[in-house]
């Protein structure tokens, strides 16, 4: 960001917080809220602080302004997503430690490394296909990003080289972005199809899911993503730069034959647990523990001590938990429902104005979601469906499924903690992924979301 504009917008934010905060227009406790939301998430969205310490400061100002308890605010520490990421970086060092990233990187070179544009849209392609069978966001990134930045150091792409950026974009973004079109693949989707049923009785299928979702945010958005990172991360594989990077390759002294079969048999019994989740219940956070565990142990895991501790970023659980808490507030506080109602006031919605409504829907809760977060949601709008279903003349069904178009927007890499611990386990710097969220963001209203729109009238869900 500008280094003008970054100032001046921190302090127009503050004085906006001060404003919210010591003159409130209502209820106090909203107030003070959103003044406290609106300040974290001017820091985190400008990079002014680093992430954990904005988090520290959140929690801070909840706890002393009294905004809420601390078992609410902090019950992200409990969450299955902190768990799932501490575990994924045990595993992900593992996985480079044993040297098996770089073995599946060279039984995948001959196949992707050809030219840069395959290798992007091959391990686009493989990212978004492990989100049928794997039910985590940050399960396929823990286990394609490691063998994403092997493969960048096969063919000479150096740390902080487009063609590293490149990669790492693409696997964050893949990981997690399609799978918002299927139904089990992501934490949203899952709370939105819990909450249909619990509140309005809705139950929606997996096939029904896919065919409404998939074809446009899932496919479409791919091709999408690929052409970004080819256009603002342009890079080129050339035979010299492949043969001295095979030359240069190291192994550590943990990369013996045996420590990557033990590796990949573990990894393989996680996987498996992780697909089959549906069957024996465990969340896949736990199965991540105690794979983390079984690693870690003397003697028969291959991450050391002292590896353990440089694989966590304890900065990002922060930002995580930090998050987390947010949206917590978000919700607890009613600023979650004042916000929705806002929204609801200001955008045009009337019956029989089927485009005008679907636009305004999905851009509510894509601004929805810079505020509560992605997964926070559909547990602000859900409620209020019926609400809008009514001004809208939308039936239920179609009110609720709009919420995908919106929370499937990420504009900001801290709406979506698995974008987060994607480019932490690429080793790459976060602000990158902002080069292709932004653009990616305003294709998908000015482009996707028409297309959205037709391809909905066709399935039947409009008019």
Known sequence: MNAVLKPLLLTLTIVLCAWLALLPQGDPLVYRAGAVVLLTLALWGTGSL?????????????LTLGLAEPALIFAGFGSTAVWLIISGFVIGAAITLSGLGQRLAALLEPRLAGSYPRLI?????MAMLLGFVMPSSIGRAVVLVPIGMALAERVGFAHGSRGRLGIAVTLALT?????????????PNMILSGASETLHGIHFGYTDYLLLHFPILGLLKTGLIVALVLLIFPARITPNERAAAHQAAELGPQATPATRRRVALLLLLTLGMWM??????????WVGLVTAIVLLLPRIGVVPPKAFNGAIDFGIVLFVAGALGLGAL???SGLGAEVGGALQRWLPLAPGHDATNFVSLSAMAALTGLVA??????????PMAPDLAAASGLSLPAVLMTQVVGF?????PYQVGPLIVAMQLSGERLGELLRVTLPLALLTFVALLPLDYLWWRLLGWLG
């Open 50 to 62: 680093p992430p954990f310490l904005t988090s520290l400061i959140f929690f801070a100002l909840v």
């Open 121 to 125: 849209g091959g391990l686009a392609l």
């Open 175 to 187: 990981c997690n972005m399609p799978s918002f079109a299927i139904l089990p693949a992501n934490i």
């Open 276 to 285: 089959t989740d549906g069957l024996h219940g465990i969340n896949p956070a």
């Open 330 to 332: 978000v919700n607890a």
């Open 373 to 382: 977060t992605i997964p926070g949601v559909p547990t602000v709008l859900t």
């Open 408 to 412: 499937s927007t990420v504009i900001f």
